[in-house]
């Protein structure tokens, strides 16, 4: 099993950049891709990016392509979220989750999901 809790979300407005972690605990990640989805209200989950094993290899939603950046430390067992450029059609709760399969861009494919944090950007 593994357990994943993301921080580091918050309210911002819009252009300004947070950095959301998610630190996992009860295995280690390395064995797992991970990926980051989000959820606004009335809406179904969306993928967002994904980072690989490793961390050599990153994949993105083209609605965040350039904006955002995925990357991992398995050594700290986390995972980060680099978001550049916010923008209030950003807003929405994040989730992290660990999976096996590359390149897996939907929920059903992840098999670990964190609690989700709230991302909120003012226009």
């Known amino acids: 099993q593994v357990q994943l809790v993301e921080s580091g979300g918050g309210l911002v407005q819009a252009g300004g950049s947070l950095r959301l972690s998610c630190a996992a605990s009860?295995?280690?990640?390395?064995?797992?891709?991970m990926g980051w989805f989000r959820q606004a209200p009335g809406k179904e989950r969306e993928f967002v990016a994904a980072?690989?094993?490793?961390?050599?290899?990153?994949y993105y939603a083209e609605s965040v392509k350039g904006r955002f950046t995925a990357s991992r430390d398995n050594a700290k067992n986390t995972v980060y979220l680099q978001m550049n450029s916010l923008k209030p059609e950003d807003t929405a709760v994040y989730y992290c989750?660990?999976?096996?399969?590359?390149?897996?861009?939907?929920?059903?494919?992840?098999?670990?999901w964190g609690q989700g944090n709230q991302v909120t950007v003012s226009s």
């Open positions: 989750a660990a999976g096996s399969l590359w390149i897996a861009t939907m929920p059903y494919e992840y098999n670990y």
């Open positions: 980072v690989s094993k490793s961390g050599g290899s990153t």
């Open positions: 009860g295995r280690t990640i390395s064995s797992y891709a």
